[in-house]
């Protein structure tokens, strides 16, 4: 019997928005979430978008037209501290709350960034 290979980690996810929209879609995961912006090697220079990193892993935002992201059940889930403030924090911005079906060990929510992608916040319980 062979040995199987393991995958030992996920390094990286990818949205994407409308092209040409770095900007705001910058606005609001650099300002209004806070996460921070890393360079790109400069093989990809030129392509649209941008990376983020959070701790080890880096969620890339690339450029896509084209594509209806609101009717789509893809999403990134991000560990929060402090949900009831991240949730005050989001609606005083007018981001609309959704409420998502409750599973053990976590208390969470799901929002849609400006462009239509899916975002869940989760919070140990």
């Not at 770095?22 to 360079?39: I, M, N």
Request: aromatic share 10%; glycine share 10%.
């Amino acid at each position: 019997m062979n040995e199987m290979p393991m995958i030992v980690a996920v390094l990286h996810a990818q949205i994407t928005i409308p092209k040409g929209a770095e900007g705001a879609a910058r606005d609001f995961y650099c300002e209004k979430l806070g996460l921070t912006e890393v360079p790109r090697p400069p093989s990809l220079a030129g392509r649209g978008g941008f990376w983020l990193q959070i701790g080890g892993f880096q969620v890339h935002v690339g450029t896509e037209d084209g594509v209806e992201r609101s009717e789509s059940k893809a999403h990134i889930a991000y560990q929060v501290d402090d949900l009831d403030l991240w949730r005050r924090n989001l609606e005083s911005e007018g981001v609309a709350i959704i409420e998502g079906v409750p599973i053990p060990n976590y208390r969470r929510f799901e929002f849609r960034d400006p462009f239509g992608n899916r975002v869940e916040f989760l919070e140990n319980a």
